[in-house]
């Protein structure tokens, strides 16, 4: 099932960012009285009656002449274009304006879903204004964000049609994996040379390719299909700073993916960008491949970037470094057995006797701590889940646990068998409950 995606659009100054916290149930965006002042859309999975979605929250659309007005307008076309549906967010206290006409001549062009939320109706006289926001041509609903007014009518109206957003379905037995990273390291090109064909337009400049692309192959009998989270630019649309569209993309390919693919470049080296984009592959509890791209321009040695990405990569020490050459095609043989290897490694099934004769050698070899005179007591250990590995341990008091000691058992694990590149969940469970 595809995770929907909502836009929040409007003019400066209406409310988007509290209305995104409320949304997202937690304060994220930067909230000023400054018009303008939420520049970057901000990104959250947000939840409302069982159902996931994305939502991205945008800078305000202003037709005055400052600088990041250009680059707000380009972000929020981008987010039009992303979304299934769209929330265009208006000062309800206020008569509309010649911003909130572009942003409405925007929205028609797009054919998207849009619901009007006149937000900051907060008073008997915004309430009378309400028929002020229909002559828009969309729905509209009354809110008050800071006060949560009016709020489940409008994700009534969001949700309405979820069901009805469809994706692109695969057999059970198809190995899906996306190739993610920030801009400029090489994704298509790794595509290109993983089909051996040119299926992407690759350029040297970030983010000249737009939209994710689904390619079916077959290698060593087994079928795949990659999805590349860069894709095709439309054309005659010109996007500036893509980084931040990207995270996006590479959201709703982790979705769709059993493995990920990680893409780094060495040339520039790890930063922030690299281990966000990571994080992400590790929540959504997928297999992950680490492959450093560009190595025939690298005069490094090979241990030493090993030892680099596994300090920065600490939190994902299993997964395996592959070394290739998207644009020479050295080493571009190693990947493939890799990806193979962790989706196989994340849908193991584990027997029940062997995983307990392991967790009991474990806990002999090193017990748990005791705490407050008590000590943890496993009585017995299945696999409950795959791609991630859940792993149920039954235990005296969970509470017990600590996470050194969960550490020493994943570990213990590990060792055991093969689990290269795939997390694994441990969940705790009292005997009775």
Not at 93 to 102: H, I, R, S, V
């Amino acid at each position: 099932m595809k995770i929907p995606t909502v836009a929040l659009v409007g003019k400066p100054n209406v409310g988007k960012s509290t209305l995104f916290n409320r949304l997202a149930g937690k304060r994220i965006s930067i909230i000023e009285d400054t018009p303008g002042v939420t520049r970057d859309r901000i990104y959250s999975l947000a939840t409302y009656n069982d159902y996931k979605f994305h939502l991205i929250d945008t800078g305000g659309i202003d037709l005055g002449n400052e600088d990041f007005n250009k680059e707000i307008r380009i972000q929020a076309e981008l987010a039009i274009d992303e979304a299934d549906v769209i929330i265009f967010v208006v000062d309800g206290k206020e008569d509309l304006g010649p911003n909130d006409y572009l942003i409405k001549d925007m929205l028609k062009k797009s054919n998207k879903k849009v619901i009007v939320a006149a937000n900051k109706m907060d008073s008997k006289v915004s309430k009378d204004n309400i028929y002020n926001f229909y002559e828009l041509g969309f729905d509209v609903i009354p809110i008050s964000a800071e006060q949560n007014n009016g709020i489940y009518d409008l994700m009534d109206a969001v949700v309405e049609d979820f069901k009805n957003v469809q994706d692109i379905n695969y057999d059970e037995d198809i190995i899906k994996f996306c190739v993610i990273g920030r801009p400029n390291v090489g994704k298509s090109s790794l595509v290109n040379a993983l089909l051996n064909e040119e299926r992407s337009i690759v350029s040297n400049v970030s983010g000249t390719t737009r939209d994710a692309i689904d390619t079916p192959f077959t290698y060593n009998k087994r079928d795949f299909v990659v999805i590349d989270t860069a894709g095709i630019r439309k054309q005659g649309k010109i996007y500036e700073n893509v980084e931040r569209y990207s995270v996006l993309r590479a959201l709703k390919a982790i979705d769709r993916s059993d493995v990920c693919l990680i893409v780094l470049n060495i040339e520039e080296g790890i930063i922030e960008q690299d281990k966000h984009i990571a994080g992400y592959a590790i929540e959504a509890g997928k297999a992950v491949v680490i492959v450093v791209n560009k190595w025939d321009k690298s005069n490094k040695d090979m241990n030493e970037v090993t030892k680099d990405i596994r300090n920065n990569f600490a939190f994902m020490d299993y997964a395996p470094i592959v070394f290739t050459s998207a644009l020479t095609k050295k080493r571009i043989h190693t990947v493939m057995p890799e990806v193979l290897r962790v989706y196989d490694n994340a849908h193991k099934e584990i027997k029940t006797s062997v995983l307990n004769d392991v967790i009991g050698e474990a806990t002999t070899l090193n017990p748990a701590p005791s705490y407050k005179g008590k000590r943890l007591k496993i009585y017995y250990v299945n696999q409950v889940g795959k791609a991630p590995i859940k792993i149920l341990f039954h235990v005296n008091d969970k509470t017990l646990i600590h996470f050194s000691y969960e550490r020493y058992l994943e570990n213990k694990l590990r060792e055991s068998f093969d689990l290269e590149g795939t997390p694994i969940v441990l969940q705790f469970k009292n005997r009775g409950e």
